[in-house]
């Protein structure tokens, strides 16, 4: 049986990235292969190069004109991972892996989603609202954020009013349960 290939993307200090890495150091046929990052200064890269996991760090016009998309398709990922990148993916990336790029996102979708919903700023919605419960989504990549369709939603009860508080809930959350998911898409693909 070949190996299965995961691709990453990245924008920031990488502890789900580290998460799904461990995760698949430790599954027979399945592994990262390559983080991409559009940040040089993002402590992902650390972590990859911890885990001698090779990288591309590119910028916004290497990610509209084909440079990402040349080298993803040199790889052939059976599936392109999101994990805290910022950025919109092309359309090409996504129609030539389609239904093959997923993303997780610190809300319960289609709450709190779209441009500059990420990080704190959805924890601190959540809490301005005074929702009673929040979550995260892992949803498939479409060209529009966070709309695309819905994979997997986890709720979690709202039992703070610290953002930050709030936040560590929810990723300690999507730790255990995004290598599951997925693990799970890679066996049903």
Known sequence: MSSKKIVIFASGSGSSVENIILKFKKTPNTEVVKIYCDNPKAYVLDRAKKHNITYLIFNSSDLKNNVVFDDLNLIRPDLIVLAGFLKKIPENIIKSFKKRVINIHPSLLPKYGGKGMYGLNVHKK?????????????????????????????????????????????????????PLIIEKILNES
């Open 126 to 178: 959540v809490i301005v609202n005074n929702d009673s419960e929040t979550g995260f989504t892992i949803h498939h990549v479409n060209k529009e954020y966070d709309e695309g369709d819905i994979i997997f939603q986890k709720k979690i009860e709202v039992d703070t009013s610290l953002a930050d508080e709030l936040a560590k809930k929810v990723l300690k959350e999507e730790h255990k349960h995004y």
